[in-house]
């Protein structure tokens, strides 16, 4: 199996993480494999993304017990079906446009249907984030003035459950 995987040259276990990719590839029957690479705390932490293929076996909760993942504890896994994930690329779901990126993408199987971000429109993600930035703001005004009302009247234990 020879194909390019694209981590960062810094990341301290590059050579674990290709040896990790390739025996998922073996393992299970995939469409696709996303690798992504975040920083914590000066930390590389990897998240392979896989999309199990449709003809597969296993069910998804077979892999997560699987044993690669006790093999490799310094990387996230996470197993999508096919159509879940094309589901999921339709409504934007952030967790698929931060890590399944074409950048990403370190395996395919030929003549497979791979859905990307091919560009991220932000108009919807920003009017839903304002619109619970609102509800929230409306829900902490309310409680805060709750909180001085009953502190007022002295009644010190409704004050601090409304806090709480």
């Given at each position: ?7 960062p ?13 390739k025996?998922?590839?073996s ?5 696709a ?5 975040s920083?914590?705390d000066?930390n590389l932490?990897?998240v ?12 998804l ?5 699987s044993k690669?993942?006790?093999?490799y504890?310094e990387?996230t ?7 879940w994930?094309?589901h ?7 967790f698929?446009i931060e890590h ?5 993408l370190?395996?395919a199987?030929?003549?497979?249907k ?6 991220l429109?932000?108009?919807p ?5 304002k ?6 703001a409306?829900?902490t ?7 001085k009302d009953?502190n007022?009247?002295?009644k ?8 709480h």
């Open positions: 199996m020879d194909y390019p995987i694209k981590i040259q810094d990341y301290s276990n590059r050579e674990r993480l290709e040896e990790a990719v025996s998922i590839v393992f299970v029957h995939t469409d494999v996303y690798v992504s690479i920083r914590h000066d932490h990897a392979i993304t896989i999309i199990v293929s449709e003809n597969n076996i296993q069910d909760e077979d892999y997560q017990r690669i993942i006790d093999v504890p990387c896994f996470k197993f999508f079906t096919a159509d994930t094309k999921a690329f339709k409504k934007g779901m952030p698929f399944c990126s074409l950048d990403n370190v395996y199987v030929p003549d497979v791979v859905f990307y971000p091919s560009y429109n932000t108009k993600y920003l009017k839903r984030v619109h619970r930035f609102e509800e929230m409306w829900a005004d309310a409680c805060i003035k709750n909180y009953l007022r009247s002295d010190t234990l409704e004050a601090a459950y409304c806090l």
